[in-house]
């Protein structure tokens, strides 16, 4: 079965940096769009980043370019999302998030709130406080 398991969450400091991890099993990503998504307390859900996994192209929102980076290492079927200058705003569940790219076209490309993402992991916690 397929699954996702996100790691490398965690309590850092105004301005650190972290780097999130998706690791992938039960299927390859070779085909699919991966999405980070993130949900604060009393928020509704939003999309990060995403990337194909098939030509590497990505989509950032607007609120993280520049600190933000997605990435992915194809042979080891994960995918990365580094994130630098953290800001207390950016505490949240993270969560990553799968869709074939067949699907993904046909619901539209996008990558905003992940309702057309049919796959998810279980989430891991970044907490920016000093």
Known sequence: QLQ?????????????SLR??????GFTL???V??????????????VSCISSR??????????KGRFTISRDNAKNTVYLQMNSLK???TAVYYC???????FHAYGRRCDDGTNFG????????????
């Open 55 to 64: 030509d590497g192209n990505t989509a950032y929102t607007d609120v993280v």
């Open 119 to 130: 796959s998810w992991g279980q989430g891991t916690q970044v907490t920016v406080s000093s």
């Open 88 to 90: 207390p705003e950016d």
């Open 30 to 32: 070779d085909n699919y």
């Open 34 to 47: 991966i999405g980070w998504f993130r949900q604060a307390p009393g928020k509704e859900r939003e999309g």
């Open 4 to 16: 996702l398991v996100e790691s490398g969450g965690g309590l850092v400091q105004p301005g650190g």
């Open 20 to 25: 999130l991890s998706c690791a992938a099993s």
């Open 97 to 103: 998030a799968t869709v074939d790219l067949i699907n």
